[in-house]
């Protein structure tokens, strides 16, 4: 009997895991053509310049830091379903929900479907949805995470084709973006530590990165030039490597905790024998050293920290999560059984939420109420006399509103004092790029907008008109 509910509770969680993943990819779907470009618009407006070749000079000249073959990526995706919101952020989508059913499945032939479940629960509950519906390439980043985790566990260690196909997409991840060496950490550790040998895998995830890093150098190097300016946004600080976990789970950290807790607490009478890790959980908590190794690389290295980049960290912390609840309570299965319903809901809940209002912007709020009300002003503006609209180059407005607008040649990016010039003003002639000397000159005929962030119960938020600074 208990056999046979174990068998039913294997056929409904792999179900269940299918829906989870094709529910994040409808819904993601919706997002992605219902939001307006947020931060991304960066990406598409590379995407389509001329040809390669300038997008490719656009890079070496610091017009952007994001590596090149996603540019090519989203210029694809353009191109073979036109150009809009919706075909620039089709690879995330499609990369989300992939990587979320290798998770699962990673999982499952470590220990069951069930926990498999779980594992695919916490990437739901994690911030990676967010990166599931963006033209920024952080959704394919986390694929190519995953994948060869599931190649370490569930191929021939002494298989020359496993390794050839792991050191490829160790390639591929670090050709998507550079920290994906990073991910290089736990199998090096595990290896090094526990086993005192380097295998073959790992031998050929060390020679992929390089050579991909080595494809990329050019465009390294004019990175390095964006993130060592002062005032770059990035810089790191044990502040931000303080507050990873937070961030990587902004609303259900402490969820996880008390529940497991809770679980631990509740979940057991009298003593009970609790198994060894096996040898996939002692890896999976090794991801745990990628925030850690991502800080001393951008200290060291990069100047260049932020929750994002060390997005490979979450393939193995879904998996320790899972493992330590499968070793745990994996002979009662009712403990499971509870922790996959309460995350799954929890996921599910928070992206529903996010489909019922796709304009915000997660923990940033009502982000694109400036463009559209922006937009609306610019008849208003123009036959008060201001042909031109200034906004400063802090603010992201500049370029959505720009992108948006039928008249972008109106719209000018003021620049920040001792800033004389972008590397985008030359690759996209229709972006404007203003010094206040600039703006001195056409004081009388141009306006100076910017949001107003001052009151958060506003939910279309205000803006600010300065008529002529220097009349």
Not at 183 to 189: A, H, S
Not at 268 to 295: C, Q
Not at 353 to 364: C, G, M, Y
Request: proline share 5%; glycine share 8%; aromatic share 12%.
């Amino acid at each position: 009997m208990e056999s046979e509910n174990g068998t039913s509770v294997e056929k409904w969680s792999g179900v269940a895991a299918v829906l989870l993943a094709v529910f994040f990819l409808g819904t993601s779907l919706y997002i992605a053509s219902k939001r307006l470009f947020w931060y991304d618009e960066y990406t598409v407006v590379l995407a389509r310049l001329p040809d390669l070749s300038t997008i490719w000079s656009a890079l070496l000249a610091g017009a952007d830091h994001v590596p090149m073959p996603g540019l090519i990526l989203v210029r694809l995706s353009e191109l073979l379903f036109g150009q809009g919101e919706f075909a620039a952020r089709l690879p995330s989508v499609l990369a989300l929900a992939a990587g979320m059913l290798v998770t699962f499945d990673c999982v499952r032939r470590l220990t069951d479907g069930l926990h498999g479940l779980i594992a695919e629960a916490v990437l739901a509950c994690s911030f990676l949805p967010f990166y599931g519906y963006e033209a920024r390439m952080y959704a394919v980043y986390f694929l190519f995470s995953a994948l060869p985790l599931w190649l370490w566990l569930h191929t021939a260690e002494a298989s020359r084709p496993a390794a050839g196909a792991f050191g490829a997409v160790f390639m591929i991840a670090t050709l998507v973006h550079y920290y994906a060496i990073l991910g290089l950490v736990p199998y090096l550790l595990y290896e090094i530590v526990g086993r005192h040998k380097v295998s073959s895998k790992s031998i050929a995830g060390v020679v992929g990165s390089f050579l991909a890093l080595l494809l990329l150098s050019p465009q390294f190097a004019a990175s390095a030039k964006i993130t060592s300016n002062p005032g770059w946004w990035a810089t790191p600080s044990l502040g931000r490597l303080h507050y990873v976990p937070t961030e990587f789970f902004p609303a259900g950290l402490f969820l996880l905790g008390t529940m497991m807790v809770g679980v631990a607490v509740a979940g057991r009478r009298g003593p009970a024998k609790v198994p060894a890790m096996s040898d996939g959980e002692r890896l999976s908590w090794l991801f745990l050293t990628i925030p850690v190794a991502g800080y001393f690389l951008a200290e060291l290295v990069t100047n260049s920290f932020s929750r994002r980049y060390i997005i490979n960290a979450l393939p193995g912390i879904a998996m320790a999560f899972s493992c330590l609840v499968h070793r745990q309570f994996g002979e009662t299965r009712r403990a499971s059984i509870a922790i996959a319903v309460l995350l799954t809901t929890f996921g599910l809940v928070r992206q529903a939420r996010r489909v019922q209002s796709p304009e915000l912007i997660e923990t940033f709020g009502d982000q694109q109420g400036p463009t559209k009300i922006m937009l609306a002003w610019e008849a208003t503006l123009q036959s008060e006399g201001k042909h031109y609209i200034a906004i400063p180059e802090e603010r992201l407005l500049c370029m959505e509103a720009g992108y948006y607008s039928k008249h972008p040649e109106r719209y000018a990016i003021l620049l920040k004092r001792g800033r004389s010039t972008s590397p985008l003003g030359h690759y996209v002639p229709r972006l404007t790029f203003w010094t206040m000397e600039d703006l001195k000159r056409r004081a009388r005929e141009a306006a100076v907008v910017e949001p107003d962030l001052s009151d958060a119960n506003i939910r279309m938020l205000k803006m600010r008109v300065f008529g002529p600074w220097f009349a």
